[in-house]
């Protein structure tokens, strides 16, 4: 993503951005970890020397960002209560961290892992 100002040029990369969302997310409580999106996510994810990137998906359009992001969480939490509290971290974290828009950011919860 390219920001201009008057001083020149600022590309922040989506590696970037899925960091700053990987570290808000996992910071709220309840999140066990991220989920792999899919199959080919999985084996990809064996020759990848970080894993920041696994269950976010980030894309921008006309300058703003919108972020899908795939958890797995504890046992014993309120789903929807961890969705609001993940979707306010990231958007907050996200456009203070990287002074960019974000317009959606989507919680799927694909697994509950037990105590």
Not at 6 to 21: C, H, Q
Not at 80 to 94: F, L, M
């Amino acid at each position: 993503m390219l920001i201009e100002n008057e001083y020149g040029t600022i590309d922040i990369s989506n590696e970037a951005l899925s960091s700053i969302v990987s570290i808000a997310a996992n910071y709220c409580f309840g999140v066990h970890g991220m989920a792999r999106k899919n199959v080919g996510e999985s084996i990809a994810e064996l020759f990848k020397p970080d894993a920041r990137r696994k269950g976010i998906s980030i894309e921008i359009k006309d300058g703003i960002v919108n972020i899908t992001l795939r958890i797995i969480v504890r046992h014993g939490i309120n789903i929807s209560a961890i969705g609001d509290s993940i979707i306010n971290r990231v958007k907050y974290d996200v456009e203070q961290m990287a002074g960019v828009k974000v317009g959606r950011v989507d919680v799927f919860v694909d697994s509950i892992m037990p105590d």
